[in-house]
C-alpha cells in the first residue's frame, strides 16, 4: 500500500486570537510571575496576550536595570513580527523607574509605533487616580539603593510615600518564591507605621493577584501591584472594560 499525502486542502478562516486588541508583553527573562498573574485576567481570546523575554541578570541593581534599555526594541519585535500590537507592556517596575517611563515608551515605539504604552509605574499611577489616593505605602523585595530610586520617583509623580517596607532582596528568583502570607503579614507591619490611602506592592515576580481580595478585606484600603496594575491598565488601553471584582477594587474602575 503506498503512502498518500494531499496538498492544498481547502480550510477558511476566523478572526483567530486577539480580534479585538492584541496586547504585547516584555517579561524578564528572572521572571516566574508575570505571565501567570497576567493569564488570570486576559482569559477572553478576543483580547489576545503574546509576550517575548529580555535577557537581564538575577540581580537587582541600578546598573542591571540600566542595561535593559539597549534590548527593548529588539524584544518588542520577537512579538508577532510584521503584526501590529494594540497594546505594550513592559514588564519590570524597577528598571521603568531607572530608565523613566518616556524612555521606555520610545524604545517600545521604536518597533511598535501605533501601540498604547505601559509600564509598571505608569499603571500604578493610573491606579493611585482611579483610587483617588495620594497618600501610597509602599513594598517592595528591594535593595535600599534601588529602593530610593523608586520612592523618589512616586513621589516626582505628585504622590506620598509615608510609609516604606522592604524584603531586602535582590535576587529576582528569591523573590519569585516570596509567599502572598508574607506579603500580607508587611502589609500590617505597615498599616502600624502610619496612615495611607493605598498600598503599592513593588516588582512583577511578587505575588499578588490570589491575596489582593483579603489583604484589602483585612486592611479596609484598596491594594495593588505592579502586574496587578498593569494588568488592568493594559486590560483598559486595549478597550475591555469589564467589571472584575474577584481580582480587588481596582477591577472595578475605569480609567480616569
Known sequence: MSDVSIENIAFTTDKGIGSLARVGLVVLATDFTIEHEFRQV????????????ILNEVSITPQTLSAMEARITDTVNLILPGETLDVVAYGC??????????????????????????????????AFNAFGAKRIAVLT???????????????????????????????DPTVARIDTQSISNAVDQLK???DFDAVFVSCTNVRLMDAVCDIEN???????SS??????HAMRLAGDNRKLPEWGRLYEKLLV
Not at 486576559?42 to 523575554?53: M, V
Not at 483585612?218 to 495593588?224: A, E, R, W, Y
Not at 502586574?227 to 488592568?232: D, R, S, T
Request: proline residues 6%.
Open 141 to 171: 523585595p528591594y535593595r535600599s539603593d534601588v529602593n530610593q530610586i523608586v520612592k523618589n520617583y512616586i513621589e516626582s509623580a505628585g504622590f506620598k510615600v509615608p510609609v516604606f517596607g522592604s524584603f531586602n532582596e535582590e535576587h
Open 227 to 232: 502586574n496587578h496594575a498593569m494588568a488592568w
Open 192 to 194: 502600624e507605621l502610619g
Open 93 to 126: 517596575t524597577s528598571a521603568s523607574m531607572v530608565l523613566g517611563e518616556e524612555k521606555v515608551f520610545e524604545r517600545i515605539k521604536a518597533s511598535q509605533p501605533n501601540s498604547k504604552c505601559t509600564t509598571p509605574a505608569t499603571a500604578a499611577f493610573e
Open 42 to 53: 486576559f482569559t477572553e481570546p478576543e483580547t489576545g496576550l503574546f509576550t517575548a523575554r
Open 218 to 224: 483585612k486592611t479596609g484600603l484598596p491594594v495593588t
